[in-house]
């Protein structure tokens, strides 16, 4: 593994830096007050690839290798501390790339462009109201009929229900394979007949909407199905996979900003006629922070790396490293992210708990990382038992 970028990846990043510096901060506050991200800033994402950038470029994306598409989720955690940013990224990076790996021809020439244009949002339907990651007692089914799938249940806790119904789009939804073994992995457009959604209000990351859909003989064409029949689960693995990898990157970024807001902070502020940030109190904070945060980032794109040699090229043989490597990563780092900003709101006392330090912003965004976004920490934490001491250890069935 090299770990100096190349000319190429240090000039994506700095391009990418740049958007998140005159785009994604001066309306950070804007996506979280309107519940919205505006147009104008999903059109610049289109314009530098940032819109399921893993997608090859005769679909519409950039051919982003894995390493490169964390970069860039590190720039938009940092950009939009809200967090709203950088979830739409991640579903339409994550999602958009296992479209486009095992979706038919047709589905991704139909969908995909709209995608990478920021013309139609692309996400994930796997959790329902019953359980998120207790696949036992999921109830939506996907019945075959002629050439098409019939579809009944509901799902809940997506991301983006609203957006899909603006812009047009929809989410891989899994499902019962009906009258078969399995599950089956389908693209469903939110605009489908028979469909209805509910929005549900957040306590952060308002700029991106979360919510459920309810399937009710809901139709889409078998072209939808990605792979095949009854063999959707493990799709959606791979795709968790590249998705989790993301979202640590995010709190990297977010983590970073905070870091970068304190430091600022304790420099100027001054207490008992000296700066803050020369009492060993704060000092030994930021370091143990720093290097929490190092650790992590690189641990980060270790994980985007594993994704390029092995995932990617479909080398199933690595299997057990990439999922120890993407778990530890999704459990530490909305962690310390999250302990992060947290942290720096208390060196500005009274301050740091207004909107005005702009501290708190992050923490409400980092929070829906820790309590089950692309998978919760205790989910992290039976994949790791499970790599570590075998599938017999596993408190399920």
Same mark, same amino acid.
């Given at each position: 593994?090299?770990?100096?970028?190349?000319?190429?990846?240090?000039? +994506?990043?700095?391009?990418?830096?740049?958007?998140?510096?005159?785009?994604?901060?001066?309306?950070?506050?804007?996506?979280?007050?309107?519940?919205?991200?505006? !147009?104008?800033?999903?059109?610049?994402?289109?314009?530098?690839?940032?819109?399921?950038?893993?997608?090859?470029?005769?679909?519409?994306?950039?051919? !982003?290798?894995?390493?490169?598409?964390?970069?860039?989720?590190?720039?938009?955690?940092?950009?939009?501390?809200?967090?709203?940013?950088?979830?739409?990224?991640?579903?339409?990076?994550?999602?958009?790339?296992?479209?486009?790996?095992?979706?038919?021809?047709?589905?991704?020439?139909?969908?995909?462009?709209?995608?990478?244009?920021? =013309?139609?949002?692309?996400?994930?339907?796997?959790?329902?109201?019953?359980?998120?990651?207790?696949?036992?007692?999921?109830?939506?089914?996907?019945?075959?009929?002629?050439?098409?799938?019939?579809?009944?249940?509901?799902?809940? +806790?997506?991301?983006?229900?609203?957006?899909?119904?603006?812009?047009?789009?929809?989410?891989?939804?899994?499902?019962?394979?009906?009258?078969?073994?399995?599950?089956?992995?389908?693209?469903?457009?939110?605009?489908?007949?028979?469909?209805?959604?509910?929005?549900?209000?957040?306590?952060?990351?308002?700029?991106?909407?979360?919510?459920?859909?309810?399937?009710?003989?809901?139709?889409?064409?078998?072209?939808?199905?990605?792979?095949?029949?009854?063999?959707?689960?493990?799709?959606?693995?791979?795709?968790?996979?590249? !998705?989790?990898?993301?979202?640590?990157?995010?709190?990297?970024?977010?983590?970073?900003? !905070?870091?970068?807001?304190?430091?600022?902070?304790?420099?100027?502020?001054?207490?008992?006629?000296?700066?803050?940030?020369?009492?060993?109190?704060?000092?030994?904070?930021?370091?143990?922070?720093?290097?929490?945060?190092?650790?992590?980032?690189?641990?980060?794109?270790?994980?985007?790396?594993?994704?390029?040699?092995?995932?990617?090229?479909?080398?199933?043989?690595?299997?057990?490293?990439?999922?120890?490597?993407?778990?530890?990563?999704?459990?530490?780092?909305?962690?310390?992210?999250?302990?992060?900003?947290?942290?720096?709101?208390?060196?500005?006392?009274?301050?740091?708990?207004?909107?005005?330090?702009?501290?708190?912003?992050?923490?409400?965004?980092?929070?829906?990382?820790?309590?089950?976004?692309?998978?919760?920490?205790?989910?992290?934490?039976?994949?790791?038992?499970? =790599?570590?001491?075998?599938?017999?250890?596993?408190?399920?069935?």
């Amino acid at each position: 593994m090299e770990f100096r970028l190349s000319d190429d990846e240090l000039a +994506f990043q700095t391009a990418v830096r740049k958007f998140g510096d005159t785009v994604l901060r001066p309306n950070e506050r804007t996506i979280d007050a309107e519940g919205r991200i505006p !147009a104008s800033v999903l059109s610049e994402m289109a314009h530098l690839g940032l819109l399921a950038p893993m997608v090859p470029t005769e679909y519409g994306g950039i051919g !982003a290798s894995a390493v490169l598409t964390e970069i860039a989720a590190e720039e938009i955690g940092r950009g939009d501390f809200s967090m709203a940013t950088a979830v739409f990224y991640l579903l339409e990076a994550g999602w958009g790339f296992l479209l486009s790996r095992y979706g038919t021809e047709a589905a991704k020439r139909e969908i995909l462009p709209a995608v990478c244009r920021g =013309e139609a949002f692309l996400g994930i339907a796997s959790t329902e109201p019953g359980g998120g990651s207790d696949l036992a007692n999921m109830v939506t089914r996907s019945r075959r009929d002629g050439e098409s799938y019939v579809l009944n249940g509901e799902k809940a +806790f997506l991301s983006g229900v609203e957006e899909a119904k603006a812009l047009g789009g929809g989410h891989l939804t899994l499902a019962r394979n009906e009258g078969g073994e399995g599950f089956n992995f389908i693209y469903v457009p939110t605009r489908s007949t028979g469909i209805s959604t509910q929005k549900f209000v957040n306590m952060g990351r308002m700029g991106i909407s979360t919510g459920a859909i309810t399937y009710h003989d809901v139709r889409v064409p078998v072209s939808y199905r990605l792979g095949e029949e009854g063999k959707g689960f493990h799709l959606a693995l791979e795709g968790f996979r590249v !998705a989790r990898t993301f979202v640590s990157a995010a709190c990297v970024g977010a983590a970073e900003r !905070a870091l970068e807001i304190g430091m600022s902070y304790v420099k100027q502020r001054q207490v008992f006629g000296q700066p803050l940030g020369k009492f060993e109190g704060i000092q030994f904070e930021l370091a143990d922070l720093y290097a929490q945060v190092e650790s992590v980032k690189w641990q980060c794109r270790r994980a985007a790396w594993l994704l390029d040699e092995y995932t990617l090229q479909g080398d199933t043989s690595h299997r057990s490293e990439v999922d120890r490597t993407v778990a530890a990563v999704k459990l530490v780092a909305p962690q310390v992210a999250f302990d992060t900003v947290r942290k720096v709101m208390m060196w500005h006392g009274a301050s740091g708990y207004t909107k005005d330090v702009g501290l708190e912003i992050g923490l409400r965004g980092i929070m829906s990382y820790l309590v089950g976004a692309e998978g919760g920490l205790n989910i992290m934490r039976i994949i790791l038992g499970r =790599e570590l001491l075998g599938p017999e250890f596993v408190p399920y069935k």
